[in-house]
């Protein structure tokens, strides 16, 4: 595809409910991240994945967050027992190597998915 | 711990009119610095990132290590600059790959 691909783009989520979120990054990226932001708020970093290999989930905000990248290419979020204070839009990025201090190195980020938790 | 402050919810300013969207950032060591930037109903996109020393659709941005500051700036700004500006910091490890984000300038550029 061209782009950064999220699905779904909105779902709504009675509490206590599991729900799955999808990325599909650009192909060929190495490097693929995951963001949630929340209303008002900037992106906050989740996790990090170069190929499959999750190399830093220290953002994610409790053991009820999981995300995998199995073969390297999708990735899936997953939450579990959603709360309210999971309400949120989860950007998922890709980037060719990651980022680094030279100056390459760009995120290009999906459209996110809006998840709203009642 | 690293910070970004976007001090400024909204910025509105006339056709025209210079703009400077203000970024301090908490750091202790030598980061490099970002600009993203959301238009309406598009996706979060790199605007500038401060080592290209680069000038996109007009804005600059200057490093100032002295007052840790990274502020946005265009001498005139155009009604298709309003737009959501975040300002992001990478740290200087290497390898730590964690964009921090500020909370976002809302920029309103009125007719």
């Known amino acids: 595809g061209a782009g950064v691909s999220q699905s779904p783009r909105y779902k709504v989520a009675k509490r206590g409910q599991d729900v799955a979120l999808r990325c599909d990054p650009i192909s060929g990226h190495v490097s693929l991240f995951w963001y949630q932001q929340a209303l008002g708020q900037g992106p906050e970093f989740l996790t990090y994945f170069q190929n499959e290999a999750q190399l830093d989930k220290s953002g994610l905000p409790s053991d009820r967050f999981f995300a995998e990248r199995p073969e390297g290419s999708v990735s899936t979020l997953k939450i579990q027992r959603t709360q309210q204070e999971d309400s949120a839009v989860y950007l998922c990025a890709s980037s060719l190597f990651g980022l680094d201090l030279s100056g390459t190195g760009e995120l290009f980020f999906g459209e996110g998915s809006r998840l709203t938790v009642l | 711990a690293q910070r970004v402050t976007q001090p400024e919810k909204l910025l509105s300013v006339f056709k025209g009119a210079p703009v400077e969207l203000k970024c301090n950032y908490s750091?202790?060591?030598?980061?490099?610095l970002f600009w993203y930037v959301q238009y309406s109903r598009q996706r979060l996109q790199l605007l500038l990132r401060?080592?290209s020393r680069e000038s996109i659709k007009g804005f600059t941005a200057d490093l100032n290590k002295g007052e840790t500051s990274f502020h946005l700036k265009k001498p005139f700004a155009q009604e298709e600059d309003s737009a959501m500006y975040y300002c992001?910091?990478?740290?200087?490890?290497?390898?730590?790959?964690?964009?921090?984000f500020g909370t976002g300038t809302r920029l309103l550029v009125s007719p």
């Open positions: 750091y202790s060591g030598s980061p490099e």
């Open positions: 401060h080592i």
């Open positions: 992001a910091l990478l740290p200087g490890n290497t390898g730590f790959q964690k964009l921090v």
